[in-house]
């Protein structure tokens, strides 16, 4: 069965293609009887415009391009759940590509969109300043937002969580619940990364407990294999020393959810031998064992407002650029402990 076009719907009415082109349009030209009339025809036949072709007439596509590094991670899954939901209520279509961590990947992606002609792109940055030259050299004619990571000096509207913030408030709750030796283990080269070891950094201040360097591990998200066996190899070295940690805080979703399997793994009993609190918001921290306590960020929210940000700019073209960050939630559970009875902070 053919597809109706609008020439068949003005040869059948007996008006023009102009007119039912109008009356679909929703035109002040064209009389309500005949909009009716024409609009109750197209429906009955199944009738749909061809998008593509009208917004090429008028120079866009209705289409946002969205750049992720890993798509498999919840918090990103949701933040793009965030992002297509909001951007399909107003009417736009949504391409997504991943990165997989590589800058040239990147590039590829960002290159690819234009190509596709993309009205605008999302991007969560692999890093501060991959593919900055090509992102200001695009800036000036299509609308970037950055969101999750946004540490990047690019000059545009900026959405993520407050992780200084997220951060303080992991290692202030394992402070007050008595941990002195607190980890952190933190993803390699990542901007968000130095923001979590500065909210680590301000809580220990507050309590008086000094900063230790060796106290920090940095590993690279790209190779999960050498990541698990470096997180092992750690945490076993540091609980066998003179002064073994009480405490250890995950800094990202991959971490956090592969920790508790490592530590499974080398007989390391967790909250008894060492408490476990990370960044991640997987649906199954709860059913974890023992169930993980973790920082959540409010990852639809921040794919939503992201969305905003670029309907503005869309809408509106500014350089009034504002950097939004979105407080994060504590959820204490069994891997770190709860407030001991009758402790004060």
Do not use: W
Not at 114 to 135: A, C, Q, Y
Request: overall charge positive.
């Amino acid at each position: 069965m053919s597809k109706v076009t609008i020439r068949d719907i003005a040869k059948a009415l007996g008006v023009s293609v102009s007119t039912v082109s109008k009356a679909l349009s929703d035109s002040y030209e064209i009389s309500t009887a005949t909009k009716k009339r024409i609009i109750d025809y197209a429906e009955k036949h199944n009738y749909h415009p061809n998008r593509l072709a009208k917004n090429l007439k008028f120079g866009k596509t209705n289409t946002i391009g969205v750049i992720v590094c890993d798509i498999s991670n919840t918090f990103i899954s949701q933040v793009l759940d965030g992002i297509q939901s909001n951007f399909m209520d107003k009417g736009f279509d949504t391409l997504i590509m991943q990165s997989h961590h590589d800058e040239a990947t990147e590039r590829q992606c960002i290159e690819s969109l234009i190509n596709k002609g993309v009205d605008g792109i999302l991007i969560s940055p692999l890093t501060e300043t991959s593919n900055l030259d090509l992102l200001k050299k695009l800036q000036t004619n299509y609308p970037i937002v950055l969101f999750d990571r946004i540490q990047s000096t690019l000059k545009t509207h900026k959405v993520g969580a407050n992780n200084v913030g997220g951060s303080f408030k992991a290692t202030q709750h394992l402070l007050r619940i008595g941990k002195k030796n607190i980890l952190i283990i933190l993803a390699d080269k990542l901007g968000i990364s130095d923001l979590r070891l500065a909210g680590y950094k301000n809580a220990l201040t507050q309590y008086n407990i000094p900063y230790r360097e060796e106290n920090v591990l940095f590993v690279d998200l790209k190779n999960i294999n050498q990541h698990d066996e470096k997180i092992k190899e750690f945490i076993l070295q540091k609980l066998k020393s003179r002064n073994p940690p009480d405490a250890v805080i995950c800094g990202s979703e991959t971490i956090s959810t592969r920790s508790l399997g490592i530590f499974m793994e080398a007989n390391i009993k967790v909250p008894k031998d060492i408490a476990v609190l990370g960044f991640a918001n997987t649906t199954f921290a709860f059913s974890l064992n023992p169930p993980l306590s973790t920082i959540v960020q409010p990852a639809y929210e921040i794919g939503k407002t992201a969305t905003e940000k670029m309907i503005e700019l869309l809408e509106k073209p500014t350089e009034d650029y504002k950097t939004i960050e979105l407080e994060t939630q504590l959820v204490i559970r069994k891997s770190c402990g709860y407030f001991p009875e009758n402790f004060t902070p």
